[in-house]
């Protein structure tokens, strides 16, 4: 039977010449060094780097398939499945239309999947996004490379994994939590895996994927345990009632379903984690291809699974109103109160490997950013090595470390925590939007390009659809007047959002334009090869007579 992804699309042979693979020993624990796969180069960066000088420096192409695979699950499934279905319960209104949202985030995802799948195997180099749209917008050279950097330095934070696993750590040792132990721990948090990722690469990606298999263990049991309230033969008195009736009470307001789709979007990223990461894995291309629609089919599952276990066990009511995460509420239910304080081993855990697997992935963007020459202080060249292991870019993940602390520390934390999960998304739509219209540019100027992978266009439009619903409808007025950050604006997010992609064009025209231009010099860019192997460029400055 053939692979269930290519029945949405065209997948066609590439010929593939084999090189023996890096003498580094592979971090994935389940596979032997092999080759890897060589493919035609599709254009260079905005720095000129090519595919080979990308790829260099650091552990080389390391993980394989079944790393790549719990890249993916581990990315994921972090907090968001375990607190926010009673959220998007209240946004929507019933559990009919909170269930379909969360299907709809599945279709959604699986269409970006695709449509990351199509420019990832075009272009397998670190950078995700970062890397598409700089092959569609290459003019002005730069910008989209200086707009993407602001959105993932000053949006990228993990800041939120840090303080759930905080908070449910203390919980789970009887402790009363303070604002100031909260965050102390969720300092504590992200310092230990700025130091884990940077100075033990090869445990990093040991301890990333032993949790991400945790995490799944934890869901099967939700989804297992689900299945046994449904057959009735639990002290839960009636399991179907959330399902008579579904689609009672339904919000007939566009602002609530768009602030709770971006809620339910926010629990499945991560499908495209491994986009990120490319010069690190082997076989790129074949990887990308097997890893992405089995990383978030597992998900997808689960996630849907486990949500009917969740309103099998507790009322409407009590998934609302009780105040506490609904994964909690459903050991209460099923297991009694000692289970319901395990589970916040569980969460505070599945939080941990959460923030593990973004920011092994967030350091390897913010070093691409520093390849292409990106001003920043200290100088490229730093941000872009590999110090001081040679192995690892721990300079890299300071730059993923300072505004995850600002973010922890930035109070008031009750709506700082809705706040940040909405500003997040936003700016991410936006840039969702261009890559789609960037995929169908692709198509139509560039036909003949090597594509080792082709989305069925009618799922690219079907995307693009729900990427503008979700630019427009944050700002039209909710059915309570005041959204779910009050007192701050419904609009507020959106608003915060925008303006930091609208920073980077400033960062950009300050760089390029006007500096330049005020004490009257030019860039001129040339490569350079650090001593880790990292090629990178670099600018000087040239005086214009």
């Keep these: 039977m053939a692979p269930l992804w290519s029945w949405f699309a065209n997948t066609n042979d590439t010929t593939k010449e084999q090189v023996p693979a890096d003498d580094e020993p592979s971090q994935d624990s389940f596979e032997r060094p092999g080759t890897i796969e060589v493919v035609p180069a599709s254009g260079e960066s905005p720095g000129g780097l090519s595919l080979e000088e990308g790829a260099a420096g650091g552990q080389g192409r390391h993980l394989g398939v079944f790393s790549c695979t719990l890249l993916i699950v581990g990315r994921i499934i972090g907090t968001g499945i375990f607190s926010t279905p009673s959220s998007i319960l209240s946004g929507t209104g019933s559990v009919g239309a909170s269930l379909m949202l969360w299907v709809l985030g599945f279709l959604l995802s699986f269409c970006g999947l695709f449509i990351w799948l199509e420019f990832g195997t075009m272009f397998p180099r670190s950078g995700g996004e970062k890397v598409y749209l700089e092959a569609v917008y290459t003019k002005p050279k730069y910008l989209v490379t200086i707009i993407f950097a602001m959105n993932a330095i000053l949006l990228g934070f993990t800041a939120n994994g840090c303080i759930v696993f905080a908070s449910n750590i203390l919980v789970a040792a009887g402790k009363t939590a303070t604002t100031w132990s909260e965050r102390g721990i969720a300092l ?156 916040s081993v569980f969460v505070a855990l599945s ?161 390029r334009i006007i500096l330049p231009r005020v004490f009257g010099y030019e860039l001129v860019p040339r490569k350079e090869t650090l001593d880790d192997g990292t090629v990178l460029t670099t600018f000087s400055s040239k005086k214009v007579d």
């Design 351 to 511: 939080a941990l490997g959460n923030v593990i697997t973004i920011t092994f992935s967030a350091s390897r963007v913010n070093q691409e950013l520093a390849k292409e020459g990106i001003p920043l202080p200290l100088g490229n060249k730093f941000w872009a090595s590999n110090w001081p292991t040679g192995k690892s870019p721990l300079p890299g993940l300071i730059v993923h470390l300072i505004p995850s602390v600002i973010v922890i520390l930035a109070p008031p934390m009750a709506v700082a925590y809705p706040f940040i999960l909405d500003v997040e998304g936003y700016p991410n739509q936006i840039i969702n939007f261009f890559v789609v219209i960037g995929l169908f540019w692709m198509r139509w100027k560039k036909p003949d390009l090597h594509r080792p992978f082709k989305v069925w266009w009618p799922l690219a439009v079907f995307y693009l659809a729900a990427a503008v619903f979700l630019m427009i409808a944050p700002f039209l007025p909710p059915t309570n007047g005041v959204g779910d950050t009050p007192p701050l604006p419904y609009y507020l997010y959106c608003l915060v959002g925008i303006g930091v992609l609208l920073f980077g064009v400033l960062y950009w025209a300050g760089w």
């Design 188 to 343: 504590g948090v992200i310092f230990f895996v700025t130091l884990l990722h940077g100075i033990t690469p090869r445990t990093g990606v040991y301890v990333m994927n032993f949790l991400t298999v945790f995490k799944i263990a934890i869901l099967l049991l939700v989804v297992v345990s689900g299945w046994v309230v449904l057959s009735g033969k639990t002290s839960v008195e009636d399991p179907h009632a959330n399902f008579r009736d579904a689609f009672a009470g339904s919000s007939h307001s566009s602002n609530n379903y768009a602030t709770a789709m971006f809620k339910v979007l926010n629990s499945y990223a991560g499908w495209s984690n491994v986009n990120y990461v490319l010069n690190n894995v082997r076989n790129p291309v074949r990887t990308l291809k097997i890893a992405g629609p089995l990383g978030l089919g597992i998900c997808s599952v689960l996630y849907i699974f486990a949500n009917l276990s969740y309103f099998a066990a507790a009322t409407k009511t009590e998934i609302e109103y009780s105040g506490v995460t609904v994964a909690a509420l459903f050991f209460k239910n099923v297991f009694g109160t000692t289970a319901a304080r395990a589970l």
